[in-house]
């Protein structure tokens, strides 16, 4: 039994993503954000700091999403998702799923003062600049890698990719992507994989952003 806990348009995507392109099909569990199901006792027993995603698998649950994407790749090495120990590209593999997570750290902010940060405490102009400023300084990095190559491994498409599923969703919501012409590019190509596109499908209607693109507002 694979059983993932998920949030449509949240990190859990990743997981979700990597499934399908394992060919592996999940008892999909979804939460929303803002019902307080994340909070209840039975989901922290799984997720103890009550995020998604956490995933039940092999008689385990992993609860970080790079945890969860080292965990499949190496358990199941016969899909060439992965780049283990001795493997060439391994610490880009890693650097890659490192990179993933501080991108995701500035769109959480960002998410956070947008969306969830009404009166008393309104958003502060000067961050949302500046992380907007951060979260373009790592697409302008995505950017220069996509330069010569279809995917962040010169190898070809691996794990590290789908990593990047929920930061994708989320970044032309705070950045103007025509900035970044390869990132554009890369994202299309993501968008004809078949696992990609069933991965989508099962995902569910995100709930967070209601305009189509949220400017930094005047200091």
């Not at 999909?28 to 027993?45: C, N, Q, V």
């Not at 092999?58 to 499949?72: F, N, P, R, W």
């Not at 199941?76 to 501080?102: I, S, Y």
Request: no cysteine.
């Amino acid at each position: 039994m694979i059983r993932l806990h998920h949030i449509p348009f949240s990190r859990s995507f990743r997981i979700l993503w990597l499934l399908e392109e394992m060919g592996l099909k999940a008892d999909l569990r979804p939460y929303s954000i803002t019902d307080g199901s994340l909070r209840a006792a039975e989901f922290k027993a799984i997720s103890p700091v009550g995020r998604v995603p956490a995933l039940e698998i092999d008689g385990i649950t992993i609860y970080e999403s790079s945890a969860i994407v080292e965990y499949l790749t190496e358990t199941r090495p016969e899909h060439g998702l992965g780049r283990l120990a001795g493997d060439a590209e391994r610490v880009a593999f890693l650097e890659w799923l490192g990179f993933a997570e501080t991108q995701a750290s500035i769109l959480a902010s960002l998410n956070m003062q947008h969306l969830f940060m009404g009166d008393p405490t309104p958003a502060s102009p000067v961050v949302l600049k500046l992380e907007a400023a951060r979260l373009g300084a790592t697409l302008k990095a995505m950017n220069h890698t996509l330069t010569d190559r279809d995917w962040l491994l010169d190898s070809g498409f691996s794990a590290a990719d789908t990593m990047m599923g929920f930061n994708l969703f989320s970044a032309p919501y705070y950045v103007h992507m025509d900035r970044f012409p390869h990132v554009q590019a890369y994202v299309e190509r993501i968008e004809q994989r078949s696992a990609y596109q069933v991965a989508r499908a099962l995902d569910g209607i995100q709930e967070f952003y209601k305009k189509e693109f949220y400017e930094v507002p005047d200091v």
